[in-house]
């Protein structure tokens, strides 16, 4: 099962099953917290909301927030050989290999999956990490590190953000570090049960890859499988002589080469405007933009970029207005093939298109509501906003504007000024420079 907390419609915080790019809606005010402090347990819910949700929204323009927006507690391990090596100059205290070792984190600090992230002042070392965590499902002591992962609800993309400068001046102290890992943690996008990891079990992890990319560029990772210490032996480790709670965070730590720390003199810390994504197989990503402190995105309610392409307007017009095409041009990495429609699109016209987000398939129906031959083609999503191409004849071709117009949408202004609205902008400036190279190789 995959589990999301989002916000509904109506304001409201609540959890839901994700099946076919659907999320089944459990009860308003009901999160994922709540479910595991209740002892139903998530089958039970899923059942629920399998049966009798209370309301179905799709994925694909859902408000996902933090899988648990605010844990009862944050444990980060350094679980992965490779990092501690790396992150030490390629020395490893034999402290390391006695015990797992970690450090709390801050729960008022927790992002979601697509939430900016703000650069500490002061800092000129601002870091990433790629890391996995897990889930306590129920109030747990002592556990013994054979059976600890039966208390596991699920496992999520855990990014730590750290200030290496501060880190470095704080781990010269016998307390460790503070400050310098206190201000963000993202996780998400879901909460992936354990049953469907099971496959790919291997060693003391998972053969699932865990890999870095800043700008759209890979910088390192690994995979879950080269995992030293056990996540039974960490939550055994964490739960001696102390209580575990539904909701506590156990993460990983970062996997070897999963921060920039590890590249020091082959990558440059992050700055504002980078774009950092932490991805885990099988878990999804977690893809947030840097910025300075106070910035906030003033939303974008119309975005449109233009290319001049060296083609009749005609020409780019029949690429346009066939569907199956959309995934040769589609900029936005979602979408997969078209399944039903005309080969040709007019006015009134539907087409069901199948996607991928967050790992997960799901199918969008939209319809053509603006339509000039060889001028202009427009079709709305069921989000109600509109994705529109304008075609204009000058001088050494034609001038290609595309935009995504989100002043027809009732949900439009909270959907630009969101993370999704980046993502829609992203997309664009991918997709026309396909378009150009695809009409004008004649592909």
């Known amino acids: 099962m995959r589990w999301v907390t989002y916000r509904s419609s ?32 998530l089958e039970a819910a899923a059942a629920l909301v399998t049966s009798n949700p209370a309301e179905i929204v799709d994925l694909a323009w859902a408000d996902i927030l933090a899988p648990i927006p605010v844990p009862p507690s944050v444990r980060d391990f350094a679980a992965f050989e490779r990092h501690v090596a790396g992150a030490a100059g390629g020395t490893v205290s034999p402290v390391w290999y006695e015990e797992p070792i970690f450090h709390f984190s801050n729960p008022a600090a927790i992002r979601g999956p697509r939430d900016d992230v703000p650069v500490p002042p002061g800092t000129t070392a601002w870091d990433y990490e790629v890391e996995v965590a897990a889930v306590i499902a129920d109030d747990c002591s002592d556990l013994d590190p054979a059976t600890a992962e039966s208390h ?18 704080e781990m010269g102290f016998v307390f460790g570090p503070s400050k310098s890992k206190d201000s963000a943690t993202s996780l998400g996008p879901y909460l992936v049960t354990p049953d469907e990891l099971e496959p ?44 575990l709670r539904a909701g506590d965070i156990i993460a990983s730590g ?53 290319v001049l392409i060296a083609a009749p307007a005609a020409a780019v017009f029949d690429v346009i207005a066939d569907p199956r095409r959309h995934g040769h041009i589609d900029g936005s990495g979602t979408v997969a093939d078209t399944i039903t429609g005309p080969a040709r699109l007019t006015l009134g016209a539907e087409f069901s298109v199948s996607m991928v987000l967050y790992d997960v398939p799901y199918e969008v129906t939209n319809t053509v509501v603006e339509y000039e031959e060889n001028r202009r083609i427009a079709w709305a999503h069921p989000g109600r906003h509109r994705w529109r191409y304008e075609l204009a004849e000058v001088e050494g071709g034609t001038l290609v504007t595309e935009t995504c117009d989100f002043t027809t949408s009732p949900w439009g202004e909270r959907v630009a000024g969101s993370a999704w609205g980046r993502r829609d902008a992203e997309a664009i400036e991918q997709t026309l420079p396909r378009l150009k190279a695809l009409i004008e190789d004649g592909a």
């Open 152 to 169: 596991i609800a699920g496992y999520l993309v855990y990014c730590d953000w750290s200030a290496r400068d501060l880190s470095a001046r």
């Open 10 to 41: 109506d304001g409201s915080e609540r959890c839901g099953l994700v099946q076919g790019g659907k999320i089944l809606g459990h009860t308003p005010g009901m999160t994922l917290l709540d479910v595991l402090r209740s002892g139903e347990g």
């Open 254 to 306: 970062p996997v070897g080469t999963g921060c920039i720390l590890e590249l020091a003199g082959r990558r440059d810390y992050l700055t504002p405007g980078d774009t950092v994504r932490v991805e885990v197989e099988r878990l999804g990503a977690v893809e947030a933009r840097i910025v300075a402190k106070g910035d906030r995105l003033v939303p974008e309610m119309m975005i449109s970029r233009s």
């Open 200 to 243: 790919h079990r291997s060693g003391k992890g998972y053969t699932l890859t865990m890999d870095g990319y800043v700008n759209g560029e890979p910088y390192g990772g690994g995979t879950w499988d080269e995992i030293h210490w056990s996540f039974g032996e960490l939550l055994a480790h964490a739960s001696r002589d102390t209580t």
